[in-house]
């Protein structure tokens, strides 16, 4: 069955980086797009960003460029996120999500706290 | 950016009830449209894509509509499993945008 399993929970220092696993399993991992979603607390869901894992090809939210890369590491199946300059406001639970019948399969979720 | 206008934030229902929540796109989306379900702690679950497409497993009480620009999402008979927070999203163009959410309570 479809499986995406993420990486655990990270606290991290305003002004570091954050990179979050997912990885795949369950399908041929080059045939659909991973995306990122996030949902800092008590907050709605907000799109980060998606790789095409077959090319490497990525595309971010404006709003998050020169800050977020996603690679893929098609060896193991796993897709990679990495959120640099942390800020306070980037304290969020971080998903992964295959679109194929729309984003119909996700990880378990990846809290990462930014605290001093 | 497309907007996706859900409505009602929240809502009130018993058991039973017939439930209906909605979203509107600022602009065509075609068809693509999707909704979730999630519950506290828990990943978004998918239930409907391209606007009334059920996904495998999820149950006939949840069905989804297009007319225009709006969509609905509609819970025929609520149960105890069905209270939680639903979403809706356009995948029509990037980048993808959600609905601010409804919470269906008791």
């Known amino acids: 069955q479809v499986q995406l399993v993420q990486s655990g929970a990270e606290v991290k220092k305003p002004g570091a980086s954050v990179r979050v696993s997912c990885k795949a399993s369950?399908?041929?991992?080059?045939?659909?797009?991973i995306h990122w979603v996030r949902q800092a607390p008590g907050q709605g869901l907000e799109w980060m960003g998606v790789?095409?894992?077959?090319?490497?090809?990525?595309s971010h939210a404006h709003k998050l460029q020169g800050r977020v890369t996603i690679i893929r590491d098609t060896s193991t199946s796993t897709v990679y996120m990495e959120l640099s300059s942390l800020r306070y406001e980037d304290t969020a639970v971080y998903f992964c999500?295959?679109?194929?019948?729309?984003?119909?399969?996700w990880g378990q979720g990846t809290l990462v706290t930014v605290s001093s | 950016d497309v907007q996706m206008t859900q409505s009602p934030s929240s809502l009130s229902a018993s058991i039973g009830d017939r439930v209906t929540i909605t979203c509107r796109a600022s602009?065509?989306?075609?068809?693509?449209l999707a909704w979730f379900q999630q519950k506290p702690g828990k990943a978004p679950k998918s239930l409907i894509y391209?606007?009334?497409n059920l996904q495998s497993g999820v149950p006939s009480k949840f069905s989804g509509s297009r007319s225009g620009t709006d969509f609905t999402l509609t819970i025929s008979s609520l149960q105890p499993e069905d209270f939680a927070t639903y979403y809706c999203q356009q995948y029509n163009s990037y980048p993808p945008t959600f609905g601010q959410g409804t919470k269906v309570e008791i």
């Open positions: 790789i095409n894992p077959s090319s490497g090809s990525a």
């Open positions: 602009q065509d989306i075609n068809n693509y």
């Open positions: 999500a295959r679109e194929a019948k729309g984003f119909d399969y």
């Open positions: 369950g399908y041929s991992f080059t045939t659909q797009y």
């Open positions: 391209a606007a009334s």
